[in-house]
């Protein structure tokens, strides 16, 4: 089975509060990455599939992507970083692009084996992280 659209809404939100769980747990509870956490959420724009701006049409892998057209260093960055070339910025952005990427890759794998299998009955087994973080 290779299509995401059969996944169950419940299910959909169990994983979406699990990634935000680990997210945090990795990050730390920190003000700024609970607030994060309340503005994004794992869905579907048409038959594609991410993690997209809560309730708004727009996945951030294509935000990501987007500041790959940011040529020139942004201020803000040559700030912090003056010796940033505009080459280290362009590699830093794609670079940004291709994990993310990979990330929400790694999510449609899990869901995928998740629906072959037959411990997809209990929807609210917890995620196995090697599923998602892993390259098999």
């Not at 990795?26 to 994060?36: A, I, Y």
């Not at 084996?113 to 973080?133: D, G, T, V």
Request: hydrophobic residues 35%; proline residues 3%.
């Amino acid at each position: 089975m290779n299509n995401l659209a059969n996944i169950p809404e419940s299910y959909l939100r169990n994983l979406d509060s699990q990634i935000k769980q680990i997210l945090v747990s990795f990050g730390s509870e920190t003000e700024d990455n609970v607030e994060c956490m309340n503005h994004f959420e794992l869905g579907y724009l048409g038959t594609d599939f991410g993690i997209k701006i809560k309730n708004k049409k727009i996945f951030i892998s294509d935000i990501i992507n987007a500041l790959e057209d940011m040529e020139e260093l942004p201020q803000e960055v040559k700030e912090y970083y003056p010796n940033m070339t505009d080459q280290e910025w362009q590699t830093s952005t794609r670079l940004s692009t291709l994990i993310f990427c990979w990330f929400e890759a790694s999510l449609k794998k899990y869901y995928l084996k998740q629906l072959e299998s037959a411990n997809y009955k209990n929807k609210e087994k917890p995620i196995n992280n090697r599923l998602i973080f892993s390259n098999t």
